[in-house]
């Protein structure tokens, strides 16, 4: 059954459970949809969208964590419209990205309610007064009705046909669109909720981004896929109050939770011990962490400070996906220890198992320049084939191509290529970096995070994963470039001198490498995702200018 099919039978078996919550910053619920509600709300949604817009019409969804987000997104997948969430931001670079995903797509129209279009439209920018002007449909939430007359009949969709589009990270010119099929998402909804036993009996608290793939997926839609119901706390205020996410699942003893690692970082960080007595996660059957390569330490702290919760350390699930396999590669399966390997015989670097491949999935290792299948235990590219891997890129199909249909040298295929290095050993796939960022100085491979995470420790005021290492073209070839970003600026020149001096002797120490140059910035200086990972690739064009 897809989405719908199983909205409407829970609809009708639980018309009064809780199917979403809105978490608000005391704890409490703001808003609240039952099943029945949720159901009536998506088909009025649909009914409203549908005298807009014509099936296929690819419809921008700009809003917080809130209600009316679902209650349009579920709408216009029920209208036969394509869905494209876009991260909200209102500054120069996120008005801009946000334009530059309405041009890819060629949008009919803009969701949005009437406080953000005020806040987009207040700083009256070049690309603020550029999105005002465009010449497409505006929508507002704020006009959202439930009424039964304007309900409609869902609009058919192959299995086959777009759903809706995933835009990969990044603020570039050239933005590339998920399609993600209504296929593609059942089965994905199938293989990591199958993983999770997750059942209707279970709450799911998420904090993620609902326009990224980890917060779409398996934050907002899988909850609602299984019966359960889901708790959603808005990224920005688990930021600047992580006992909220913690508080919340003891509340209401939730089963599965997850993100990527710094959010376990940030709640070691960020939260008292004290605080911590009065929690209870024994509940805690699944905490995923992915989004970025999993950091051992990561998992071993969390676990160590959440002992007294009553935090169950064969909970953590280390995790690989990516957008463009809808969501899920691999997940390590919990309830059992996790698993940890050193990179290669001559690094002797450990890594966590992200588990074995989700069901009906087929991962090859592939020698990314000969296309040749790696033995079991040699790192390369990482390839995927599987009834969740998307059907290409929205009108790119060149990229689509390169990176959708690859065929090994012996003829398999087609697979997805991730991009991204690791190995298969009996079964269980690790995750060594990512093809595109690996640093070879001198005919020696590094992996970027190994070098950050050394930065990260050699001085208090380098912010917490603020640091990209990348390496720069000299006239000496490959050199190493370090950018930290620094909590309470360095104010005079012995301060910098101190943390440069600090992050050079960290690295030569470590690696043996000395860095040709190292940049301190302000604290959100760095380029990062929508999920909060670091481009290191556009912190290289920005940074490195002379």
Request: glycine letters at 8%.
């Amino acid at each position: 059954m897809d989405l719908f099919n199983r909205l409407e039978v829970y609809a009708r078996q639980f018309p009064d459970k809780l199917a979403y919550g809105f978490v608000e910053k005391e704890g409490g619920l703001s808003e609240t949809l039952s099943y029945a509600t949720l159901l009536e709300a998506v088909r009025a949604a649909s009914g409203q969208l549908a005298d807009i817009c014509q099936p296929r019409a690819r419809v921008i969804i700009l809003l917080p964590a809130e209600a009316a987000f679902i209650k349009v997104f579920l709408g216009s997948l029920h209208a036969g419209l394509i869905a494209v969430p876009c991260p909200i931001g209102y500054s120069e670079p996120a008005i801009q990205r946000i334009l530059n995903i309405i041009k890819d797509c060629e949008a009919s129209l803009i969701i949005t309610n009437q406080k953000s279009l005020k806040m987009l439209s207040q700083r009256q920018t070049e690309a603020s007064r550029t999105l005002r002007a465009l010449d497409i449909q505006w929508f507002f939430t704020d006009e959202l009705s439930n009424d039964a007359s304007k309900q409609t009949a869902k609009q058919p969709s192959a299995p086959d046909e777009t759903a809706y589009l995933q835009y990969t990270s990044g603020s570039t010119g050239h933005p590339k669109g998920v399609m993600v099929s209504h296929a593609n998402l059942t089965a994905n909804l199938n293989a990591i909720n199958n993983c999770f036993g997750r059942t209707a009996a279970d709450t799911s608290v998420t904090w993620l981004p609902h326009y990224h793939d980890m917060g779409l997926v398996d934050g907002l839609l899988s909850p609602v896929f299984t019966g359960g119901t889901g708790l959603i706390i808005s990224p920005i205020l688990f930021i600047t109050k992580p006992l909220l996410l913690l508080e919340t699942i003891s509340r209401h003893q939730a089963a599965v939770c997850g993100g990527p690692g710094f959010g376990l970082d940030h709640c070691v960080a960020r939260i008292k011990p004290e605080q911590l007595e009065t929690l209870d996660l024994s509940s805690l059957r699944v905490l995923y962490v992915g989004a970025e390569p999993v950091r051992i330490a990561s998992l071993e702290k969390f676990a160590e400070t959440m002992q007294v919760t009553g935090f169950k350390r064969e909970s953590l699930v280390p995790a690989y996906g990516l957008a463009e396999a809808t969501l899920a590669v691999s997940l390590h399966l919990h309830g059992t220890p996790m698993l940890f390997r050193p990179i290669s015989e001559t690094n002797a670097k450990m890594v966590v198992a992200c588990g074995p491949p989700v069901e009906f999935t087929n991962v090859t290792i592939v020698e990314p320049e000969l296309n040749s299948i790696q033995k079991d235990g040699e790192i390369g590219e990482i390839w995927v084939c599987n009834e969740g891997v998307a059907l290409g890129y929205w009108e790119n199909l060149a990229a689509t191509n390169t990176t959708f249909k690859a065929f090994t040298a012996c003829g398999k295929g087609p697979f997805l290529r991730t991009g991204d290095l690791g190995f298969l050993f009996d079964g269980q796939l690790f995750i060594t970096g990512r093809k595109k960022e690996l640093i070879i100085i001198r005919g020696t491979n590094y992996y970027p995070q190994d070098i950050e995470e050394v930065v990260n420790a050699c001085h208090e005021h380098i912010q917490p994963h603020g640091t990209a290492a990348f390496s720069i073209e000299t006239e000496q070839g490959e050199e190493l470039m370090i950018v930290s970003e620094v909590r309470n600026n360095a104010q005079n020149e012995d301060d910098t001198d101190k943390i440069k001096t600090n992050i050079a002797n960290s690295v030569g120490l470590a690696f043996g490498l000395v860095p040709r140059k190292i940049v301190l910035a302000g604290i959100g200086k760095l380029p990062k995702t929508s999920s909060g990972k670091i481009q290191r690739l556009k912190a290289r064009e920005v940074f490195n200018t002379n």
